[in-house]
């Protein structure tokens, strides 16, 4: 099994094109005719609540039936990232700081020039650069800066991976949403 770009919002490319870099560079080139990564949860919400929990409504719609697929991937194989802090290319295209203070200095300096905060193509190409570098953050488990994101122990995380082979399926379990 491999991703389809057709399921990605098209706002939402972006993000995934500078994802599908970040695994290239970690993990290895995209195999084949791969298009885009799989998703999937390391930590859903924290280190006790590792599985999804199949009582909330958030999974899918209301009555619709669906699939837990528990698996075991090499970690060779997968980019690990931050939940929270995915949302920061994905939907906020905005920097982030080592602490609150650098990000408040960070967009001082910007307004100081008359810039909004976020990446955008009028921003002049060395902040464009550090907004993008500050991503890295995202993939660094132990970044935990409390403005930002989690201790490790609280993180959401995902794994992301180019391909599932039925070999790494541990378990399946369908389930219909409340």
Known sequence: MTGDVKYIEPDFIP???WLIQQMIE????KPGDVQCPIWSWYQYLNEKK????????HLGQKGEKCVLIEIEKDEK???LSDFTLWHYPLGLPYYIGATQ???FAFESELESLGYETCL???LPTKYQQ???KSWNKIFDMNFDDPYFSNPLSEKSIQATFWQLHLSEVVSVRYFMCR
């Open 77 to 79: 194989d997968v980019l």
């Open 130 to 132: 550090r907004i993008i």
């Open 15 to 17: 993000a995934y094109d």
């Open 50 to 57: 590792k599985k999804p929990d199949l009582r909330y409504s």
């Open 26 to 29: 970690r993990i290895g080139n």
């Open 101 to 103: 203070e650098d990000a």
């Open 120 to 122: 955008s193509d009028i």
